[in-house]
């Protein structure tokens, strides 16, 4: 997966910093974490882009960064790591800042990462 640059404009997105937990934790290597940033903000790309009307709208944009997820543990498990529970913690911490970030404040966790295989 090439590193592409996302245009996301909400201050509150560019001024998280998305995964911070990984990357303070030399289990997780950085280049296989910034793939996992960018699915997020992509994500956050595709939330101003398509705006979702509602909760199943979003959890459709959710869906596919989760799935996205999802492929990326072959990366992790090639690059000696794994996303397992704090890793799941900050990932799944992270969607829902997405979704409180752009309105969506009764979205529900669990299901922002229902497809999730990790």
Not at 5 to 28: E, M, P, Q
Request: net charge negative.
């Amino acid at each position: 997966m090439a590193w592409c640059r996302i245009k996301v404009s909400a201050s509150t997105i560019t001024d998280h910093a998305f995964l911070r937990g990984l990357y303070r934790d030399a289990y997780y290597p950085d280049p296989v974490v910034d793939l996992g940033k960018a699915i997020l903000l992509r994500l956050c790309e595709r939330i101003e882009t398509e705006r979702p009307a509602d909760l199943p709208a979003l959890y459709a944009l959710t869906e596919v960064a989760t799935e996205e997820f999802n492929a990326l543990q072959d990366d992790f498990e090639a690059a000696g790591s794994d996303i397992e529970t704090v890793a799941r913690e900050e990932i799944a911490e992270d969607f829902w800042f997405v979704a409180q970030a752009y309105g969506f404040a009764e979205a529900d966790v669990e299901e922002l990462i229902a497809v999730r295989d990790w």
